[in-house]
């Protein structure tokens, strides 16, 4: 019997399948009105007016099941009503509980090489979708791993905002970096969300229940819609060699890299809605996280499995990743990591919705995508920010505030260089690169040069940095070294443990760093008066109207007044008191130069 009502579904469908094509024969355009226009595809276009939907009944209930009908450039969709609410007369589905799929290369096949199919699963019964399921499978025959045309995507929608991936109907592209103004996404990034996604086809992965970034945490820990702080993990998938089925992807259950990103001074709003200043990145053997499971209701209309080539997403109750409560603990307590980066957007020019990318530990002059400098990776800002490396993880992702600049610095690091653009001529923006992601890794931003660079070293291998060399006239050469040894200053700080902070002990260590710079330029400016230097050509800087200008202005108003103070005393011959002006700025120290200049 059961066989008999297969056969009859399946020569349902290749009827249906004849029937809309001899209604395409006849439609050259959609007529909806914004089918291909200029304006954001916010929706999938309708059927052109006239149109008439096949509905399918799979269960033999009485009622339909599936929704055949086509969109834009007569493309074949059909709906899968997985909540058995579908009534016929209705000319698409619902965004609740219904799947739609998108016959994108028109070969007469749903859920097969080179189609896409969207899943909304309202997991608590109140009328909204709590998850979205993206699959966009590879169009080619040789299964490539991965590469820009495969999703494979869960967007879980924790914050209740009912916003999910964001498409282009007139494309059938997921197009999760658009975005208007500089950096309101229209993905779901903004608030307290979560996905898990890996750029390949559901059908060559050996456990769909797995991911690569698994997951993408975004936290709104003041519940103002933006995302205070992000967390990324990868689970490296690895080619499945020797087995017998046609999946070849397998992933490890550990993850093996993590990237902990943070708003230092919480200063995202409407029109700045993300403005990341400070990232860690994790890697090493990671942690397993097999153990982090999380089931959910998933209803499905079961008949509908002949549809997809790779039925098996549909069928899971459960996803295994870390959450929120747990993904922090477990990168600091259960993770086993080799390496730790760290980058500040010192131009605080960043507006990307991932993190502040990182700089590698390479050149510091060389400039340009895949050219051996620090901005060697297509993401980082060119120029602008101050990166730091703890190559054996003997800091522990530990942080300090130095004597000699006021500002934060990675406890373990062996070196780190800072690329200095005061006014991001170099403008970063989002991200600095996808131009309309073709070419595949062109970069928007300009890589401006020269530019100064300040490097770091920790010389004695107690954690601390000790040593500053300076190029100041952006000529590739190091002009000025100082060695905190040598003049006798302390490089030991006292170590801030991350790992017991929350976003609300980061927000509160910025402002008190913040104020504490801002009280030294304050000092440094007293000194400068009493030396007679005209501040007021400082007066932009001199009166900040926010916590990051005072992080900002106050640094620099402390080092032009004392590389003032160093030209003023080679102009006055006073060569011999540069030591003290020295250790006085290195040291955090100004009181120590007041006598001194009165005597210029």
Known sequence: MRLIISFSIVLLLLTSSIHAQEQDD????????????PLAAYRLPPAPKGYKPTYIDLDGDGDPDVLRSITIHNTPIQWIDDDDDMKEGEFEGDTDSDCLMIDVNKDGKYGDRGDMAIDWIDTDDDGKADMQVLVENSPLEDDRLSGPDQHYMWVLDTDKDNVFNYIDWNTFKIRAWLHEGNSNFLEDYSGQSTFLKIHSSTFIMDDVRLSWENPFLFFDQDNDGLSDMAVRCLDRYKKNEGKDDDRGLDMTGNIQLVALTYDMDNDNVAGNEFDFDMSFRFTGKGFNYLDQVHTFKNRRVEESDLF???ARWRKITELIYPNHDSVLDLTYNRGEWDEIYFVYDED????????????????????????GGLDDNQQADAIGDRGEWDLDNSGKANLYISKFDGRLHLYGAEWGCWRIDQLAYSYQGWGGLYNEYTPRWERLQKEFSPFSTFKYED?????????????IDGDGKFEKIVSLEALGLDDECEIIRTSEMSYEDYRKLHTTMSNDIWKGAQDALVVADNAGI???????????????????????????????????????????????????????????????????
């Open 26 to 37: 006849h439609i050259q355009d959609n007529n909806y009105w914004n089918s291909n226009t």
């Open 308 to 310: 997809f080539l790779d």
């Open 348 to 371: 605080d020019d960043c507006e990307r919705w991932e993190r502040v990318e990182f700089y590698d530990p390479l050149d510091p002059f060389k400039i340009g995508l895949k050219n």
């Open 459 to 471: 010389t004695d291998n107690n954690g601390f940095l000790d040593k500053i060399e300076m190029d």
């Open 534 to 600: 005209n501040t007021s050509w400082y007066a932009l800087m001199i009166n900040p109207k926010s916590e990051n200008q005072k992080y900002n202005y106050g640094y620099w108003i402390q080092f032009y007044v004392y590389m003032d103070l160093i030209d003023l005393a080679s102009r006055t011959n006073n060569t011999s008191e540069i030591k003290t002006l020295d250790q006085a700025y290195f040291g955090g120290d100004w009181a120590k130069a007041l006598d001194v200049v009165k005597a210029f």
